[in-house]
């Protein structure tokens, strides 16, 4: 059992003990793109937070939200008492030496990611850390994210994400994420086997 929570700022309209309107509507689309435990709020909101609560969230990705000529910008609460992304006035906290180091590979593109810079977006959008040219790819597809001592793929795309690891068989996800291990391959929009446009991802 995981909670998803999402969470926006804005007018409302109160009927009896409910509320409605595009604040609501917005929460709710916010509560679909968090993952378990995961707590994500719009860019608006983080930006009326105070400096020492704002500190604890971190821009992730944009998505385009029906009735809205723009995109919406989504940031990450980091509620998790976890030691690595704790900051105090001034104070960073050593990082361990053994951090581990993710890899990813797309025809002569080789990209990495460090616990120090643990987040990237896939996608064919010029600004996604790594830009991909299948067709069936959305602009900003997936994103792969430094979480709880695991790097961890989040699906935001149409058509799905399709992850192997090698020696399992090929999962499919949807709005859904899952965990990388050790050595495997990505695809967008359909199953490796019909596609040359594969990421190859190692967990080293």
């Known amino acids: 059992l995981g909670v998803r929570v999402g969470f926006h700022s804005g007018p409302v309209i109160q009927r009896d003990d409910d509320v409605f309107g595009d604040t609501v509507n917005m929460a709710a689309r916010l509560v679909e793109q968090a993952g378990k435990g995961q707590i994500i709020i719009s860019h608006e909101t983080a930006e009326l937070l105070s400096p020492a609560f704002r500190i604890f969230t971190r821009p992730l990705y944009s998505i385009q939200v029906k009735g809205k000529a723009d995109e919406v910008g989504l940031?990450?609460?980091?509620?998790?008492?976890?030691?690595?992304?704790?900051?105090?006035?001034?104070?960073?906290?050593?990082?361990?030496?053994?951090?581990?180091?993710?890899?990813?590979?797309?025809?002569?593109?080789?990209?990495?990611?460090?616990?120090?810079?643990?987040?990237i977006t896939i996608g064919r959008e010029q600004g996604c850390g790594l830009v991909v040219a299948d067709q069936k790819a959305s602009r900003q597809h997936c994103t792969i994210d430094w979480r709880q001592d695991k790097w961890v793929l989040k699906d935001h795309s149409t058509n799905g994400t399709y992850v192997t690891a090698e020696g399992d068989s090929e999962m499919l996800l949807r709005r859904e994420e899952l965990t990388l291990r050790k050595h495997g391959w990505i695809a967008f929009g359909q199953p490796r086997s019909g596609t040359t446009e594969v990421v190859e991802y190692f967990c080293d």
Do not use: H, I, Q
């Open 75 to 119: 940031c990450e609460v980091m509620w998790r008492p976890v030691e690595d992304r704790t900051t105090v006035a001034g104070y960073r906290p050593k990082v361990r030496a053994a951090a581990t180091v993710l890899r990813l590979k797309y025809g002569d593109t080789e990209v990495t990611r460090r616990r120090d810079n643990d987040s």
